[in-house]
């Protein structure tokens, strides 16, 4: 359980659910497809906002450092952020791959044109790949 709350970002209803699973991340997915939509949703708002100024040790590693970005980027993420949190209503997941967050922008922004369903979906999908990523790299 507290390994899979490390690689989620948290033990939620979700994370209880996958740590009765023999193969948790190989079913990870259809797991969480499996969940209503407000456990999704869950799962989706513990993870940190892409950008945000303070971060866990493993989250700003992979986002990189704040001191290392632009505060024009940082502040163009922010405000994406809200756009999407309130159009969606969840936050914005991506699994950024080592990349900048300047990288980001156009990939918060091309998502914001996506129908809620559709995100939901990707966000999950984007989720699952970050904690896979994870459990690989630890």
Known sequence: MEELA??????????ERLAR????????????????EDA????LNHHPRIGE???SGRSAAEQ????????????????????????????FVVFVNRRP????????RERLEQDRSAE??????????IARDRWQTR
């Open 64 to 91: 990189g450092g704040a001191a290392s970005e632009d505060e024009a980027v940082l502040d163009e993420l922010a405000r994406l952020n809200a756009a999407y949190e309130e159009r969606f209503g969840f936050r």
């Open 120 to 129: 939901l979906e990707t966000g999950c999908d984007e989720l699952v790949a």
């Open 101 to 108: 967050r300047a990288a980001l922008v156009p990939v918060l």
């Open 21 to 36: 699973e023999e193969d948790p991340l190989g079913r990870a997915r259809e797991v969480l497809a499996s969940l209503p």
């Open 53 to 55: 100024r303070r971060l």
């Open 6 to 15: 490390d690689l989620f970002q948290a033990r939620s209803r979700f994370v």
């Open 40 to 43: 999704r949703v869950e799962a």
